[in-house]
T-cell receptor, first 114, second 113 residues
Framework: AQSVAQPEDQVNVAEGNPLTVKCTYS??????LFWYVQYPNRGLQFLLKYITGDNLVKGSYGFEAEFNKSQTSFHLKKPSALVSDSALYFCAVRDNSGNTPLVFGKGTRLSVIA | NAGVTQTPKFRILKIGQSMTLQCAQDMNHNYMYWYRQDPGMGLKLIYYSVGAGITDKGEVPNGYNVSRSTTEDFPLRLELAAPSQTSVYFCASSFGQGGYEQYFGPGTRLTVT
């Protein structure tokens, strides 16, 4: 079975500081990994994904994520946080060995304080 | 492109009533999905479709039905609404499975009282 964990319900960071939103996963094969962002009263928006290749993936709005196979992690990062980054962030995983559905984490609420 | 559209945005149902949540996409995506989002629980897959005429159950299908007569449309039917179906419902679509990202609609907030 595949699963994903976001260990922090809430992350607070000061504007201009670097931010990290954590994600760990479990799959039987190799993973496809995704990050989505949800602003209030909106649907989820795709940020970035890891399929294969370079472990550092760059995405929208200056976000990036690093795939670490040994630690089964895919943490989301941004060098300098903006107040407008405040939102709910979801990590999702799918095992690439079969036709399995995408599994989402419970989400991490990011608050960037001016 | 409008992307993924959903109607209605909000709805209040009485216990036992039925309704259909509409979803349409104009990206010619083969795959479409219905999720529900409950506070602190992430997204749970209700049903999905890999193409017109083909649907399959997700993690939480009980109390729901779907159909997919065209590539564009994927309505979700709630029969005999129950308070446990109070949630925010999201429709999504993707070009394929595997490493393809999903595109989400704006959601329908449903309250059953």
């Amino acid at each position: 079975a595949q699963s994903v964990a976001q260990p922090e319900d809430q992350v607070n960071v000061a504007e201009g500081n670097p931010l990290t939103v954590k994600c760990t996963y479990s799959v039987s094969g190799n993973p496809y990994l995704f990050w989505y962002v949800q602003y209030p009263n909106r649907g989820l928006q795709f940020l970035l994904k890891y399929i294969t290749g370079d472990n550092l993936v760059k995405g929208s709005y200056g976000f990036e994520a690093e795939f670490n196979k040994s630690q089964t992690s895919f943490h989301l990062k941004k060098p300098s946080a903006l107040v407008s980054d405040s939102a709910l962030y979801f990590c999702a995983v799918r095992d690439n060995s079969g036709n399995t559905p995408l599994v989402f984490g419970k989400g991490t609420r990011l608050s960037v304080i001016a | 492109n409008a992307g993924v559209t959903q109607t209605p945005k909000f709805r209040i149902l009485k216990i036992g009533q039925s309704m259909t949540l509409q979803c349409a996409q104009d990206m010619n995506h083969n795959y479409m999905y219905w999720y529900r989002q409950d506070p602190g629980m992430g997204l749970k897959l209700i049903y999905y479709s890999v193409g017109a005429g083909i649907t399959d159950k997700g993690e939480v299908p009980n109390g729901y039905n779907v159909s997919r007569s065209t590539t564009e449309d994927f309505p979700l039917r709630l029969e005999l609404a129950a308070p446990s179906q109070t949630s925010v419902y999201f429709c999504a679509s993707s070009f394929g499975q595997g490493g393809y990202e999903q595109y989400f609609g704006p959601g329908t907030r449903l309250t059953v009282t």
